[in-house]
């Protein structure tokens, strides 16, 4: 179990899956430009991020976030039991909650859960089924969701993103457990909001900084390494690519000057580093 501190606060990566990418449908295709002979040039990706064949790993993790009065779960995975399109999502069974108790953190010791948007592989353990019923995972949680991000899945889901809501988010509003924030959100001294649009309209990261330390969580601006060397390169999920483009060069660049650990939400072990200059863009130094 991956482990970080950041001055007087803890991160500690809960693995839902890990996969390499194989192309043809699906999480694989999140970065359409990543063929395997342009990923092989970005030779600071092997042996962790992609293999020598140009195949790229991926992850799907929550974060859990332990702050001096503050327990904070970021992004929850995709979920057991829920009915998706993507084949290997769909009603998925895997060991997420006995993961997260290894940490020794129950799920009743959650303060705060944190969505950086509302697609379906970071909203899923918001809720699991008991007793054929959606409930909230952490019952005595607040979800702090965006209120841009709840603004335009409200008005706009359709289909399997109707039925993510269905069954991930209006559980939480039933149980009155919501509280819609602005995308600059403080939560407190250490921890706070980031606006990183682009993926979706209300995309955030999570900032987390304590005695003269400083950790960002991605979320989707970036969903592989390859990104941090390739910045142009962008998402068939992002909601609008050349927004996306925008943010991740500003993320990048701002990461950098303040010599930040990168906590990559979708990025395979080691998971995390700090960015190095490589020519005109950057690599990421895990120290691993």
Not at 129 to 149: I, N, Q, S
Not at 249 to 278: Q, W
Request: some cysteine; glycine content about 6%.
């Amino acid at each position: 179990m991956l482990t970080w501190r950041i001055g007087d606060v803890t991160i500690t990566r809960v693995l839902e899956s890990e996969t390499p990418f194989l192309r043809g449908g699906g999480p694989e295709s999140a970065v359409p430009d990543a063929f395997p002979e342009a990923v092989r040039e970005i030779k600071w990706l092997q042996p962790h991020f992609a293999d020598e064949s140009g195949r790229m790993r991926f992850s799907i993790h929550a974060l859990l976030v332990d702050a001096p009065g503050l327990r904070l779960v970021v992004d929850t995975c995709v979920g057991n039991d829920k009915p998706r399109d993507v084949p290997f999502w769909n009603m998925l069974q895997t060991g997420f909650l006995a993961e997260f108790e290894k940490t020794g953190w129950r799920r009743e010791t959650v303060d705060a859960v944190v969505c950086t948007h509302m697609h379906v592989d970071h909203v899923g353990w918001n809720t699991m089924l008991a007793d054929g019923k959606w409930v909230p995972t952490f019952p005595k949680a607040r979800y702090l969701l965006g209120k841009d991000e709840w603004a335009h899945w409200s008005a706009e889901a359709a289909g399997e993103q109707r039925q993510i809501l269905d069954d991930s988010i209006q559980p939480l509003f039933d149980a009155d457990l919501v509280d819609l924030v602005p995308s600059d959100h403080r939560l407190s001294d250490e921890i706070r909001l980031v606006p990183t649009p682009g993926h979706t309209p209300g995309h955030v990261s999570v900032e987390i900084a304590s005695k003269g330390e400083l950790a960002l969580i991605t979320g989707d601006l970036m969903h592989h390494p390859c990104q941090i060397a390739r910045p142009d390169w962008s998402s068939n999920f992002d909601s609008d690519q050349n927004w996306s483009r925008r943010t991740r060069h500003s993320f990048l660049a701002e990461a950098n000057a303040r010599r930040a650990l990168v906590i990559g939400t979708h990025f395979a072990s080691p998971t995390a580093g700090r960015l190095v200059r490589d020519e005109d863009t950057y690599r990421l130094d895990t120290g691993a």
